[in-house]
């Protein structure tokens, strides 16, 4: 039977701890929430020595366990309740080497809870250029710990780490120091008020009231205990963190020695650059620029060799199976064409997550940040929105979470309700093979027309989010404004493992969970496109063999095929809400496809190719492509489907729409209302159809 070792990794944002945990867990992670909360919860296995495991728990970043948001509020959850399944057996503290003392405070405040702990102190390879050196046994004495020297990029000192944390139970619970002097008389009557109780984790349990929301109390029962008021008791945290410090102080006094004539200037000159207030937008701009057109140019070939897999599988049950049936129709045409218009997309996606993923490992997203808050000031939203929005281009669900991070509640619902104009990842597969069939090839200055067709698309979308943040400012009338403060990581080249993992991970989820929605409603539109009521389904042949005499038998196929699809369960759908779209440029077919990706924006592909395919008779004529069949697509008068101005038309919908069932569940979850989910809802859909409609009637 295996030993196994629970480990919280705790630290400060920008301290490595991301790469700390890949580290040790590889691809051996799984992202999901913690109960009740939309909180990330990041747990990972790692494995140590023959029969023992550590089950790693990547806690939120936090500065210290005095919480002021909901990530914060996780960490000290967990630290102040025993009962909790994942308390740890031992906690992980990282801290990097340019940073040590802020790191320090986070460090002595969890060990003064007398938890096993293990200061690691990453990016250990930057020592000798920053010129600092650390007295390694120093610190271990005057923390009562064991210190591990780190560097993820040099993959030095992972091993040490494991052999600590498997012998966690030989680490020393003294606590750093004696907090309960910045007012003894006070500790003192809580110590007889609770005589069995540690002291230092009641005064976090009581803090925390104020700064956050009540914590774990464990059943403890304050009502008889006459604490201090609100203003008192932020007080003595002032006085706790100075008297930290000056002990952190004395310290890296003695075990710290920096030498400032190493200390290389690169940093603030690249920051003059790339926060200036005209070349910092024109290089953000740029760069992309590049990441558009390397997301047509890389995935190509890779979309191309998807595309035909999927076709020549679908090809080849009809022919293996000929007498299979429904059931041969229901693979071919239902899963296999409904997962493979999404699945094409894989190496579009993972290019997206890709260049992202650089962004941040460099240090360069947070520039972005400092960089767009000029401009998010003028129109009324919080410095700290910049964050969701840009996190709003992976996924609309995490970025709403994000927004926990804003303490003013009507600049945080203002983001809110913004976010989904954000252009998410499920949008991309709409967009990309819409511009691929009504965006003509061409370039202008080395870009392809629809490189800039899609940078324009990230635009609009960003446009529309701060102007209608604007309107809502107005609107809602806030008056407290809050500073925008957002720490500068330092350069670096990112890590080739960490992108890898980032890209793995968040490129497996999107399939994974795009995968199960596109499945279900793939295999439901088959059924309803093959199946319909009445006479006009049941006898389809006869009704179009009666009307069409002298033409080929493969046409007179066709005719039929698209008859009883016309009049299938889904085709009624459509034709019931062509009256409401037809304005837009949009026939019945697109019809059903704006209805079905209403679950999720990408199922829009898979809906298309699961109708197209139900709709094509020509079994035995060459393998059409969903991109080859929606261009051919045409109006029984002959004039094509696809068109500029309906393409057009169909991308500005997209851009505006909300449909995403899953962002507005999320919504109601954050704002603990079903009312701002549904203003969201009918808002942004009455938006995208007005510039659908517009734009349709001036191109068409």
Request: net charge positive; aromatic share 10%; charged share 20%.
């Amino acid at each position: 039977m295996s030993k196994q070792v629970k480990v919280a990794l705790i630290g400060n944002p920008n301290t490595g701890k991301t790469s700390v945990f890949n580290a040790l867990t590889g691809l051996n992670q799984k992202v999901g929430n913690y109960p009740g909360i939309t909180v990330d919860k990041k747990e990972g296995v790692c494995k140590l020595s023959r029969g023992v495991k550590a089950y790693i728990l990547d806690l939120p970043g936090t500065y210290s366990l005095n919480a002021s948001s909901a990530d914060e509020n996780v960490v000290i959850e967990l630290l102040l309740n025993k009962n909790d399944k994942d308390f740890p057996d031992v906690a992980v503290v990282v801290s990097d080497v340019e940073n040590l003392k802020r790191n320090l405070l986070l460090f002595t405040q969890i060990k003064d809870l007398k938890i096993p702990s293990i200061l690691v102190i990453n990016m250990s390879d930057l020592m000798s250029r920053k010129g600092i050196s650390l007295n390694i046994p120093i610190l271990e004495e005057k923390l009562c710990t064991k210190v591990a020297l780190l560097s993820t990029r040099k993959n030095t000192g992972i091993e040490n780490l494991k052999t600590l944390i498997e012998n966690y139970r030989t680490l020393p619970k003294a606590q750093c120091l004696d907090a309960t002097s910045i007012d003894s008389d006070y500790f003192e009557r809580l110590g007889k008020a609770f005589p069995n109780q540690d002291l230092y984790k009641l005064w976090l349990v009581i803090t925390q009231d104020v700064n956050f929301r009540s914590v774990a109390r464990n059943e403890l029962d304050f009502t008889n205990f006459q604490t201090k008021t609100a203003p008192e008791l932020k007080r003595l945290q002032q006085k706790e963190a100075i008297k930290r410090y000056q002990f952190i102080n004395g310290i890296l006094n003695e075990a710290q020695v920096i030498d400032q004539s190493k200390a290389k200037d690169l940093r603030s000159k690249l920051d003059r650059v790339l926060t200036h207030k005209i070349w910092g937008y024109l290089i953000f701009f740029t760069i992309l620029l590049i990441i558009f057109q390397a997301i047509y140019d890389w995935a190509t070939i890779p979309m191309d060799l998807i595309d035909n897999t999927f076709a020549t599988l679908a090809e080849w049950i009809k022919n293996t199976y000929p007498n299979g049936g429904k059931i041969t129709d229901l693979f071919a045409e239902g899963i296999v064409s409904g997962i493979g218009g999404v699945v094409i997309f894989i190496p579009q996606i993972a290019f997206l997550f890709l260049f992202i993923s650089i962004l941040e490992e460099s240090g360069y997203m947070s520039r972005v940040v400092f960089l767009m808050d000029r401009i998010m000031r003028r129109f009324g939203i919080s410095g700290k929105s910049v964050v969701p929005l840009i996190s709003g281009t992976a996924c609309a669900i995490p970025a709403v979470m994000a927004t926990r991070n804003i303490e003013n509640w009507k600049e945080r619902l203002i983001t809110i309700l913004v976010t989904p104009f954000m252009t998410c990842s499920a949008r991309l597969p709409v967009y990309l093979i819409i511009i691929t069939l009504v965006i003509p090839n061409g370039n202008f200055m080395g870009i392809s027309y629809q490189a800039l067709t899609l940078m324009l698309l990230y635009l609009i979308g960003f446009g529309m989010a701060i102007f209608s943040a604007f309107v809502l400012d107005k609107v809602m009338k806030i008056q407290r404004k809050t500073y925008f403060v957002v720490e500068m990581p330092s350069y670096k080249l990112p890590l080739l493992k960490n992108v890898f993992i980032t890209v793995v991970e968040k490129t497996k989820t999107f399939v994974l969970e795009a995968g199960k929605i596109i499945l279900a409603i793939s295999i439901i539109l088959w059924v309803m496109a093959s199946y319909g009521p009445g006479e006009k389904f049941n006898n389809a042949e006869k009704i179009v063999m009666a009307e069409n005499n002298n033409i080929s038998d493969t046409a007179l196929e066709d005719k039929i095929t698209s008859y009883q699809l016309e009049h299938s369960y889904i085709g009624i759908v459509g034709k019931t809400i062509e009256p409401i779209i037809k304005p837009l440029g949009y026939d019945w077919k697109i019809g059903i496809g704006l209805v079905a990706s209403f679950a999720a924006r990408e199922v829009f592909v898979g809906t298309l190719a699961t109708i197209y395919s139900v709709g094509s008779a020509s079994e035995n004529e060459s393998i059409e492509t969903i991109k080859i069949k929606m261009s051919n697509e045409r109006y029984e008068n002959g004039n094509k489907v696809f068109t500029f101005a309906s393409g057009i038309s169909l991308l500005l919908f997209y851009a505006f729409a909300m449909q995403c069932m899953s962002t507005l569940a999320i919504v109601k979850r954050e704002t603990k209302s079903w009312k701002w989910p549904l203003i969201q809802l009918f808002g942004m859909t009455t938006i995208a159809y007005l510039f659908a409609f517009i734009s349709f009637q001036l191109l068409k």
